[in-house]
């Protein structure tokens, strides 16, 4: 079992940043992608990046050049840097870590971004 806590959502005017972490516990050692989703009002929940725990990135092609996917050296806590934020980035958030048998769902972080 994985258990995933979340911060570092809030309200951000166009063109700010916000930084988003999501801290693992549990059998951390069986992670083997850690990433984050979103889903708006009324639309899918969508991949915005990934990392794999060899540091493999992949990003959601309206995310391209403004966030960056990281994690820390002891692989339990995964960052979403998030610059140039636009309107259409307003979402909920959730982290999710994948292991070879299951993935596991953060409860979700608001970012609004509005003037």
């Known amino acids: 079992q994985v258990q995933l806590v979340e911060s570092g959502g809030g309200l951000v005017q166009p063109g700010g940043s916000l930084r988003l972490a999501c801290v693992a516990s549990?059998?951390?050692?069986?992670?083997?992608?850690m990433g984050w989703y979103r889903q708006a009002p009324g639309k899918q929940r969508e991949l915005v990046a990934s990392?794999?725990?060899?540091?493999?990135?992949n990003y959601a092609d309206s995310v391209k050049g403004r966030f960056t996917i990281s994690r820390d050296n002891a692989g339990n806590t995964e960052f979403l840097q998030m610059n140039s934020l636009k309107p259409e980035d307003t979402a909920v958030y959730y982290c999710y870590v994948a292991t070879l048998s299951r993935a596991y769902w953060g409860q979700g972080t608001q970012v609004t971004v509005s003037s």
């Open positions: 990392i794999t725990i060899g540091g493999r990135t």
């Open positions: 549990g059998s951390i050692s069986s992670i083997s992608v």
